[in-house]
């Protein structure tokens, strides 16, 4: 009785090779090799491992219209993820959008705060500008988020004792 004899190869660190290469027998790194590698990450070590994806968590503030995401740090642990949509923004925190704390008027539900940020084009007195939430910029100090757009006046975005978020105009300070 004939027994089928299966080869395993145990190092993947040549990463995904060219199709020219294939049937190369001459060439040592073929051996190291994989013809395809779909859905993982070679390690410089040679093994292959799952890549890592996304998860769906909720659906967006508003499904017709689309969101920005932004990430945002608290401390060396914490970290959030913002959405940002249509003048309003939630806030993602461990797979799973945030929450009004027990004692809060709206104990349960999912926190949604007002924004500034608009996604389409708003009107100005002299004319048309993009205030979109799309171009806006950011940083990051510690925990404080500073968001900017050229047309609308700096906002600042701090986590606050409790657990609770402020989004407030950025009062420019001299520094000596």
Do not use: C
Not at 4 to 11: F, K, V, W
Not at 15 to 44: C, F, M, Q, T
Not at 71 to 94: A, C, D, V, W
């Amino acid at each position: 009785m004939r027994q089928a004899m299966l080869a395993s190869q145990h190092s993947f660190n040549k990463g995904e090779l060219s199709p020219d290469l294939h049937g190369r027998k001459d060439w040592p790194a073929i051996y190291k090799g994989v013809a395809s590698a779909k859905n993982v990450v070679i390690r410089v070590t040679g093994g292959a491992v799952k890549a890592p994806g996304t998860k769906f968590v909720a659906e967006a503030l508003d499904q017709t219209r689309p969101i920005r995401f932004i990430p945002f740090k608290f401390g060396s642990t914490q970290t959030y993820m913002l959405e940002f949509g249509e003048k309003k923004f939630r806030i993602h925190h461990n797979g799973g959008l945030v929450l009004y704390p027990d004692g809060h008027e709206k104990a349960g539900e999912v926190v949604v705060l007002d924004s500034p940020f608009t996604l389409d084009q708003m009107q100005s007195r002299e004319n048309v500008v993009d205030a979109g939430i799309r171009s806006v910029d950011y940083t990051q100090k510690d925990d404080t988020l500073i968001l900017v757009h050229a047309t609308i006046s700096p906002k600042i975005l701090t986590r606050t004792t409790g657990g609770g978020r402020s989004l407030r105009r950025l009062r420019p300070s001299r520094y000596p």
